[in-house]
């Protein structure tokens, strides 16, 4: 067998092992996986669709995908979390086969070593969401187009059209990654192969009309993309944290951005952060100086990014590492092949030293993308609540989704989301206002301690039908626990929704206090467990 092979299978092994390392997570899914888990659950095809649409803002292609694998290997955790893996591995996998296709069979190992090891991707190998599946769409995609480039073969554009079509049913943003591509492909197209030109054209009249349902979607709802701006931040800092997240073994802010990046300099730093950045500039610059065809591959990713950033000016959406992933791959097969044109021994220290500091960093690190968001979980505060013996007689108030916990525990209950049921009544906010902050102003930087408004909607709602000795189990969600907000400046700095459910949480709480009595507290690391009663 030959040494370019072996060491493929070596790096598939050790993609698994680095992507099953701690996958058993002790405190179960988190917020974002028991959307996707609820909706994968909603029951047949049909069902599954109309619970995506109607409560998110993408097309269910990876809930589709998720329910014939729980079909098949059950809904335990680490079950349905071994679906990322296989993607993250099949990842690897087509990051070989495409550095092969593109040059030769050291540079598949080489593009195939920087997948196995990017920290991003690695998280997302783990997560119960879709976002390594589009890396793994956009990694197929490539390899596609450089088929189609060389041999011009039917079976290739077929292959693009299905890789292209199923990024943009598995995420929204996904169709802005798949005009950049379109453009930077055609312009490449244009200048250096006219021969494709024709069945290039085709396949992409084609791959529009394969997404016209999804284009019809979006048009017809416009407004649930406004959302995402109370919910998250983003501004010129988030640069670094992209760069940081694409290119390092130490990512921050994975599911949020840090309000500022603030860089600072020491030996860690340099070993794990601003080393391998500068190994990544390198190989990028490398890359396009001995091939300038190379520079189209630089032009995809930058081209996305930019589309992205001008939507992130004009809408709701915000730019965060997950959201940007579609750009990883690329930039990663434009390094691979700028490492490949260096000297041997250069290339094996650069590729030792990588292994090194990622291996050190992923096991070691309290923080790495398989040790660090370990315990954001729901299932502890579902046993928590299975130990204080809930009843269906019971109620439970919660931040989030009413379902959050549906997953771990057996309750049929009343369940009060303040965030589905009372955040965007008009005590809380001014429907008549656009701008997010403004809307909720008057409602957060507010000296009246309860809302009066609030109070009787949520007692008429919630304490009243109780009857004696009931229960509410009052779930305190230390995310949303920056009330109060003393200043309207300290409100900008934050996300809407954290200071809009922070103060309702706050009152919340003290109207619960007001009309009950606290019978038992439970302190979790992200909630506190409250028991009032009638």
């Not at 996958?23 to 996707?36: L, Q, S, T």
């Not at 694409?246 to 309000?259: A, D, E, L, Q, V």
């Not at 960093?361 to 579902?382: C, F, H, M, N, W």
Request: aromatic fraction near 14%.
């Amino acid at each position: 067998m030959k040494k370019d092979k072996i060491i493929f299978i070596l790096l598939v092994l050790f993609a698994i092992i680095l992507r099953i390392l701690f996958i058993d997570k002790p405190a179960g899914f988190w917020h974002n996986e028991m959307v996707m888990y609820n909706q994968t659950i909603a029951g047949d095809p049909l069902d599954i669709i109309k619970a995506a649409v109607d409560a998110d803002v993408h097309f269910p292609l990876y809930q589709l995908m998720l329910a014939v694998w729980m079909k098949i290997f059950g809904n335990g955790d680490i079950t349905i979390r071994l679906f990322s893996v296989l993607a993250g591995v099949l990842n690897v996998v087509m990051a070989f086969f495409t550095g092969k296709e593109i040059k030769d069979e050291t540079t598949g190992n080489i593009f195939a070593f920087l997948t196995a090891i990017n920290a991003t991707l690695i998280f997302y190998s783990q997560e119960v969401k879709f976002y390594i599946f589009l890396s793994l769409f956009v990694t197929i995609s490539m390899f596609f187009i450089i088929r189609i480039i060389k041999n011009n073969n039917i079976k290739d554009y077929l292959g693009y059209i299905l890789a292209n079509a199923a990024i943009v049913y598995t995420f929204t943003i996904g169709v802005l990654y798949v005009i950049a591509q379109g453009l930077v492909v055609l312009t490449y197209i244009l200048l250096k192969n006219k021969k494709v030109l024709k069945n290039f054209l085709i396949s992409n009249i084609i791959l529009v009309a394969s997404i016209l349902p999804f284009a019809i979607y979006i048009l017809t709802h416009m407004g649930k993309y406004e959302s995402a701006n109370w919910i998250f931040t983003s501004n010129i800092f988030t640069t670094f944290v992209l760069i940081q997240n694409y290119f390092t073994p130490s990512i921050i802010g994975i599911y949020n951005n840090p309000k500022v990046y603030i860089p600072t300099l020491g030996l860690l730093q340099i070993i794990f952060l601003y080393i391998p950045v500068g190994i990544a500039f390198y190989g990028m610059f490398r890359a396009i100086k001995d091939n300038k065809n190379n520079a189209y591959i630089l032009a995809l990713p930058i081209l996305f990014l930019l589309f992205e950033t001008i939507l992130c000016m004009n809408s709701g959406l915000r730019m965060l590492t997950r959201y940007t992933i579609l750009a990883v791959t690329p930039f990663l097969l434009l390094i691979s092949l700028g490492l490949r044109e260096i000297k041997p021994i250069k290339l094996k220290i650069i590729i030792t030293y990588l292994l090194l500091i990622n291996t050190l960093y992923l096991i070691a690190s309290p923080q790495s993308a398989v040790r660090g968001y370990r315990d954001l979980g729901e299932k502890p505060t579902a046993i928590v609540l299975n130990n204080y013996g809930i009843k269906d007689s019971d109620s439970i108030v919660l931040a989030l989704r009413k379902n959050d916990f549906d997953k771990y525990i057996n309750f049929n209950g009343k369940k009060f989301s303040l965030l589905q049921d009372f955040v965007h009544e008009p005590y809380a906010m001014n429907p008549n206002i656009q701008n997010i902050y403004e809307k909720y102003e008057n409602f957060v930087i507010n000296p009246e301690q309860i809302n009066q408004e609030f109070e009787k909607d949520f007692v008429s709602r919630v304490i009243a039908p109780m009857n004696k000795h009931d229960k509410i189990f009052y779930i305190w969600d230390e995310n949303y626990n920056s009330y109060p907000l003393k200043s309207k400046d300290e409100y900008r700095k934050i996300p809407v929704m954290t200071g809009s459910l922070s103060r309702m949480n706050a009152e919340a709480f003290m109207i619960c206090q007001k009309y009950l009595k606290i019978t038992s507290a439970t302190k979790l690391k992200y909630y506190r467990v409250f028991v009032f009663e009638k």
